[in-house]
């Protein structure tokens, strides 16, 4: 099992849309969850960190289950900034403490 | 503040060159990590410095690849007799802790020539 699983996608939205992601991971010694975005050619930046209640920033609202190893993103009122590639990351286990997945592509249309 | 910087940003090389990719990590940061991107592809994790503790170089690709972090702070990834395969953006992030958020540099993309 990969140590990190996204469906690639692409997912392609009208503006306005609301779109969800799903990710799965296989360390359940993971200790703390992020949500990254990539824009393409950029490096990867932090869009939010992801507690264990569920949090919300703004558009965007993240969901962590434990018990089945679960990640979830959010996103509501899609704008056609949000075109980009999300990455689920884990971390805080194993020998090193980012594991990155290849993402999930999203592209919001006109 | 100041973020993480990486220089050079654009690295054009003769195959069978060596190269140096210079990060400097956000202060204070004690985790620095070194991934690299090819073109379309997912992030690939090559090391792992925290802190004072023996490096993390399971992911370097062979033994032409080797870094090192001075003082807990600026690292060197070197690349030897660069190859074709090793173009790509050589990405460098730093976090506060082990467990916390990293902040990534804007990379180095490297052509070997």
């Known amino acids: 099992r990969k140590e990190v699983e996204q469906d690639p996608g692409p997912f392609n939205v009208p503006e306005g849309a609301t779109v969800a992601f799903n990710c799965t991971y296989s360390?359940?010694?993971?200790?703390?969850f992020f949500w990254y975005r990539q824009d393409c050619r950029k490096e990867p930046k932090l869009l939010m960190s992801?507690?264990?209640s569920g949090n919300e920033d703004g558009r965007f609202t993240a969901q962590l289950n434990r018990a089945s190893q679960y990640i979830s993103l959010l996103i509501r009122d899609s704008k056609l900034s949000d075109s980009a590639t999300y990455l689920c990351?884990?971390?805080?286990?194993?020998?090193?403490?980012?594991?990155f997945g290849k993402g999930t592509k999203l592209s919001v249309i006109p | 503040g100041a973020g993480v910087s990486q220089s050079p940003s654009n690295k054009v090389t003769e195959k069978g060159k060596d190269v140096e990719l210079r990060c400097d990590p956000i202060?204070?940061?004690?985790?620095l990590y070194w991934y690299r991107q090819s073109l379309g592809q997912g992030l690939e994790f090559l090391i792992y410095?925290?802190?004072?503790?023996?490096?993390?170089k399971s992911g370097l690709p062979s033994d032409r690849f080797s870094a090192e972090r001075t003082g807990g702070s600026v690292s060197t990834l070197t690349i030897q007799r660069t190859q074709q395969e090793d173009s790509a953006v050589y990405l460098c992030?730093?976090?506060?802790?082990?467990?916390?958020?990293?902040?990534f540099g804007q990379g180095t993309r490297l052509t070997v020539v």
């Open positions: 992801v507690y264990s």
């Open positions: 992030a730093s976090s506060l802790r082990r467990e916390s958020e990293a902040f």
């Open positions: 990351v884990p971390s805080g286990a194993g020998s090193y403490q980012l594991t």
């Open positions: 410095f925290q802190g004072n503790s023996a490096p993390d």
């Open positions: 202060s204070g940061h004690t985790a």
């Open positions: 360390n359940s010694a993971s200790q703390s």
